[in-house]
């Protein structure tokens, strides 16, 4: 009995070994689009997957061609750690003839590291037809506290899923990420709406370094935190906290100063982006319905994410910010007085609604299917 065990475990074991050696082969020989491998889960632990590879074969992506910027089209930064729903925000807003993006700024405490991060940050520029966008990384560590992305996640975004993108020839700005930030909204003549996509780090330096910044901005607008809703920090580490969300709680103190800095802020909590789920449905209409380069990639990106999108654990975040910086009747607004808790502890990183707080607008609500059509509509260049 004992022996029959242990010859099964070891033909599986075989069978196993046979299919992760025998995977990379086959997907080169064109016979297989899903490979057994080794990966790293979001907690850190090894496990076994079945997922797509970026298949060899796929046709590289070609330089995309942007529309006319509108003259009155609103001027926005984007300040990014360059994660796929990042790279989703960042298309659909420059697909948009009625935004113009003056500048990317990468912080170095997000998901992507500085070098790749504004790297791929100049690629998505050539896939949009826009390649002149200026491009600058900050500081690399949290103002305040050591709270880092998982590293699995900071590699799988920093070689961009396994995807190309277009060369950029242009190098980076030649300034820091908080110098363009301040240099842009001074000289514009029109005030600049910001977008925040990641840890607070370079918009708290720029609020701090240049006391005219927040008074010359027409709004912030912010992906991040968790109001009346769980965080999302537990779900990855193995921490009791039930409250932070990950782009406050990378940065805690660099929330906090944002909060209390007196600028106009709009903020899209997980209590908004909850309504904005990466779903299957949405996936196969892009399948349907990709013809620029922009939803092209997007597709390939949604590939690589599928088993997440199965799962149910991927959202349009970003994406979802973005659109409401274009138009705000996508979600449901309430005036609240939040703090950013930045003090090291079991709450840490939490958004809290307080007496001793800072007015904003957040948002609670938002309209998922007017979502998807405008996302869609974006990415393949209709414009609105
Ligand atoms: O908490 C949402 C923020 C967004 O800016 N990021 C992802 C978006 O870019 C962090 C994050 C939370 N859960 C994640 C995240 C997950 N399961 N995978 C990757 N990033
Ligand atoms: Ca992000």
Not at 156 to 164: I, M
Not at 195 to 215: H, I, K, Q
Not at 267 to 286: E, G, K, S
Request: hydrophobic letters at 50%; glycine letters at 8%; charged letters at 20%.
């Amino acid at each position: 009995m004992k022996r029959k065990l242990l010859i099964a475990a070891l033909c599986g074991l075989a069978v196993l070994i046979l299919l992760v050696a025998s995977g990379p082969l086959l997907v080169r020989l064109g016979l297989l689009k899903m490979v057994f491998y080794i990966q790293k889960d979001e907690a850190g632990h090894v496990r076994l997957v079945y997922a797509p590879v970026q298949p060899a074969s796929l046709p590289a992506l070609k330089p995309g061609v942007a529309p006319p910027v509108a003259a009155d089209a609103l001027p926005v930064i984007i300040d990014t750690d360059m994660a796929p729903d990042d790279w989703m925000a960042i298309l659909y807003l420059l697909q948009r003839p009625d935004v113009d993006v003056r500048a990317i700024t990468v912080m170095g405490t997000g998901e992507a590291h500085c070098g790749p991060g504004v790297r791929n940050a100049l690629d998505l520029g050539v896939l949009a037809g826009r390649p002149e966008i200026p491009v600058a990384c900050g500081r690399q560590t949290p103002l305040a506290g050591d709270h880092a992305f998982p590293a699995a996640w900071r590699e799988g975004v920093d070689n961009l899923l396994g995807l190309a993108l277009p060369r950029n020839p242009n190098p980076p700005a030649a300034e820091s990420a908080v110098e363009l930030l301040a240099r842009i909204v001074r000289e514009s003549p029109r005030r600049v709406h910001l977008l925040a996509l990641g840890p607070l780090t370079n918009v708290a330096e720029a609020l701090e370094a240049d006391p005219t910044f927040a008074g010359n901005l027409h709004m912030i607008t912010i992906m991040g935190g968790a109001v009346s809703v769980p965080g999302n920090v537990h779900l990855a580490l193995d921490n009791a906290n039930e409250w932070a969300e990950w782009n406050i709680y990378a940065d805690p103190h660099a929330a906090a100063l944002v909060f209390a800095s007196g600028a106009p802020i709009t903020l899209v909590p997980l209590d908004a982006t909850q309504y904005a789920p990466a779903t299957l449905d949405f996936y196969r209409r892009l399948g349907q319905d990709r013809t620029t380069p922009a939803a092209e990639f997007i597709y390939r990106v949604l590939t690589q994410k599928e088993s997440d999108l199965r799962a149910g654990w991927y959202y349009f975040w970003d994406a979802l910010a973005a659109a409401i910086v274009t138009d705000e009747s996508l979600a449901t607004f309430q005036e609240m007085s939040l703090v950013a808790i930045d003090h090291e502890g079991p709450q840490s990183g939490r958004t809290a609604v307080s007496g001793n707080g800072h007015p904003m607008r957040v948002a609670t609500f938002a309209d998922q299917a007017r979502f998807e059509a405008l996302f869609l509509d974006a990415l393949n260049g209709r414009a609105p």
